[in-house]
């Protein structure tokens, strides 16, 4: 009976959606969903507050999407009870394709001086990883979390190392003096790296994606309705991995629900995002230094180091009344001063064209400077591919990966070519 | 006219309860096993597609298969364990109502508190478990991380959750059995493991079956422990049918197929309760 507890909370969740209408937007201009996050809660007040300073005709009501199991669970709820506010900023790139298929949202490039606007804000590289299969935009690219390698400084100084491992080779040679079992029991108990070894679809953004996005310069999993990713990118990046484990170089114990092994030094590496420099400066021991690196890449690798960024975008839905208007406050949001605000309060990056280099932000980063790592790597940072089946396409990539990298019990090529498989009859059906 | 309609106002609440949260709710999902659904976008009639898809679906034979495992190690463990607590704490020994209680909390915290806390004990290089065996000079077992190990200590924790639930209804059917029988046995010289075996035992089948019955039900809903603890891992090992259905309805929206799953695999549920029902009736 205990499943029924989740059903029961998804009627609920959506029951309480339903009788929490649109009738405060109706009255004013815009209904906006932010994340429910303290800082983005913040920031997304300053904005309110600052338009409706600005626009007293046009009032836009702000509230964070309502708590639930996740933010998603949250939107699907408020698509199929039809309660979805005029604006939700922090939806997941990977899960566009499947609302704009469903018809719930509105296509940006429909509406009046949006191409000008994406183009002076974004590369060309975005405007495409945004573009739906339709061939129009449903999500305006907004902030991203790049995905790099933590590292404990001390300890790579201290394994003999002036600067972290760039390549497999380093990685594994620095893996190698660090490993070690500290009470002699037999077992190792201290560990270069730590990733989670659950198989659920979106752990594998902070291991397996994030190096092969490495390793292939920025490629993509699937492309026109086919996985594309049996190639020598994803055998480098599983044959790594699958190294790593068999040496023991990462736990396959879950560590996650213990002290934090980063800081406690029980590990010198993790992959990571930027939200850990908040963490870290919070708890770390006196002592204590950190910094980012790109992800590791295959000893031969030639070009930019790509990695994952986590991006999280904003969309309109369909059932906004005033569309257009919902488009003006959004230009609002993203305006060049806005995106100072929105990382000085929350410490995320706005996904825009050379950050690092616009002097708009350099004070920021000049206080920040570990965020310059990330504004750095934001010019080499990809998203997901559009496919409404794109969770399905990382849980079998994942299953696989468990059985190859984690338990050695298939070949990285036999893993990589079941995946394939399994991935091309899932469009089929 | 109006004796006529009081009845039927009176049983309003219930027949109301009863047509919007069971009938319709069964029949919808029994539709749903025809159609392609992902909540958001309009339905797609798929006939029996869907069905089709259940018997050729590996992962979800798998999941039934590693719900049977945990029943099999489950059922029989609980009984053993709750019978012999029960059959303990039946006795006028010191700390009676303490030990009664102590059993029976487990019972009371919620699952994830106790599925977190044995994750702990289970952990590969800090966990109790493995440190007492290092201690004692055996080696250290993947007791979550190893696929033949992981259903088991799975299984194992469940028992110790809800062991004590068990321990009260043994303790009511043991309470039920007439004090002369054993003073009879008593006077016959019959030692305490044949008036046990002679007399408790045959006296408390019907608390054992129904606590048979309880287990089963209870351990084919298995959802909340694989979910926390392994997330179905390692290598699909732990993956429950519940579990295995959850995905396929809120994870990927599949709710037609998902539906076509919780529907067949109440149908082995109930199945399997009749053969016990059936064995038990051809028992007495």
């Known amino acids: 009976m205990k499943y029924v507890k989740k059903i029961m909370f998804f009627i609920f969740t959506t029951a309480f959606i339903s009788c929490n209408s649109n009738s405060d ?405 | 006219m109006k004796k006529k309609i009081t009845p039927y106002l009176l049983v309003s609440p219930y027949i109301i309860h009863f047509l919007v949260f069971v009938a319709f709710p069964v029949g919808f999902s029994i539709y749903l096993t025809f159609n392609d659904w992902n909540i958001i976008s309009p339905m797609k009639f798929i006939g029996l597609s869907n069905y089709k898809r259940l018997f050729n679906d590996a992962i979800f034979w798998k999941s039934v298969f590693n719900t049977l495992i945990f029943l099999m190690i489950h059922i029989p463990l609980q009984i053993i364990i709750a019978l012999f607590l029960a059959e303990l704490l039946n006795q006028k020994i010191k700390l009676r109502g303490f030990f009664r209680g102590a059993f029976f909390l487990p019972v009371i915290v919620s699952g994830v508190v106790v599925t977190i806390l044995w994750q702990q004990l289970y952990g590969y290089d800090t966990g109790l478990l493995n440190r007492l065996l290092i201690k004692i000079g055996l080696g250290k077992v993947g007791w979550l991380t190893d696929p033949s190990w992981a259903m088991p200590s799975i299984a194992v924790m469940a028992t110790w959750k809800n062991v004590g639930l068990y321990i009260v209804l043994f303790l009511v059917g043991l309470q039920t059995v007439p004090l002369q029988y054993y003073e009879a046995a008593d006077l016959e010289g019959a030692t305490h493991i044949q008036k046990f075996f002679k007399i408790t035992l045959p006296l408390i089948n019907p608390t054992i079956f129904m606590v048979v019955v309880l287990s089963t039900i209870g351990g084919f809903s298995l959802f909340i422990e694989p979910y926390v603890m392994t997330g179905g891992g390692p290598l699909n090992s732990t993956i429950s049918a519940v579990l295995y259905i959850y995905k396929q309805g809120f994870f990927y929206y599949h709710m037609g197929y998902a539906a076509t799953l919780g529907f067949f695999f109440a149908l082995i549920i109930l199945s399997v309760v009749i053969m016990q029902k059936k064995f038990v009736e051809k028992d007495k």
């Open chain 1, 25 to 429: 937007s109706k009255k004013i201009g815009l209904l906006y969903w932010s994340s429910n996050n303290t800082e983005e809660i913040e920031f997304a007040r300053y904005i309110v507050d600052n338009w409706n300073k600005e626009h007293p005709s046009a009032k836009v009501v702000f509230q964070p999407v309502p708590e639930g199991q996740s933010s998603e669970e949250i939107i699907l709820a408020a698509v199929v009870g039809k309660t979805t506010p005029d604006i939700y900023s922090n939806m997941w790139e990977g899960d566009v394709e499947l609302y704009a298929r469903a018809g719930t949202l509105v296509a940006l490039d429909t509406l009046e001086g949006f191409k000008k606007f994406i183009y002076e804000r974004c590369d060309s590289a975005v405007i495409q990883e945004v573009t739906s299969e339709d061939g129009h935009i449903y999500q305006l690219p907004w902030k991203i979390n790049p995905v790099m390698m933590l590292y404990n400084t001390n300890i790579i100084k201290s394994l003999g190392f002036d600067k972290a491992p760039k390549t497999y080779s380093e990685f594994f040679e620095a893996a190698k003096r660090f490993q070690k079992d500290s009470d002699s029991d037999g077992y190792v108990d201290r560990w270069f790296g730590y990733s989670e070894v659950l198989v659920t679809w979106w752990q594998r953004f902070f291991d397996f994606y994030p190096l092969y996005l490495a390793a292939s310069n920025g490629g993509s999993l699937i492309k026109n309705n086919r996985a594309v990713f049996n190639n020598e990118a994803a055998l480098k990046v599983f044959e790594f991995l699958r190294e790593v484990y068999k040496r023991n170089y990462f736990a396959r114990e879950r560590l996650s629900a213990r002290q934090d092994v980063f800081l406690s030094s029980v590990i010198a590496t993790r992959f990571t995002g930027p939200w850990e420099i908040s963490h870290s400066e919070k708890f770390k021991p006196a002592g204590f230094e950190y910094d980012f690196q790109t992800m590791p890449v295959p000893d031969d690798h030639r070009g930019s180091t790509y990695t994952y960024g986590d991006p999280k975008n904003i969309v309109i839905f369909k059932s906004s009344p005033n569309p257009q208007l919902a488009w003006k406050f959004l230009q609002f949001i993203l305006s060049e001063e806005n995106d100072l605000k929105f990382l000085e309060i929350t410490n995320q990056l706005p996904r825009r064209k050379m950050i690092d280099e616009n002097p708009i932000y350099s004070s920021y980063f000049l206080k920040n400077p570990k965020m310059k790592t990330f504004a750095e790597q934001a010019k080499h940072v990809k998203g997901t591919d559009q496919s409404p089946v794109l969770k399905e396409v990382f849980d079998l990539i994942s299953q696989e990966y468990e059985a190859c990298v984690i338990y050695d019990k298939k070949t990285p090529k036999q893993a990589l070519s079941d995946a394939e498989k399994a991935v091309n009859l899932l469009f089929l059906k």
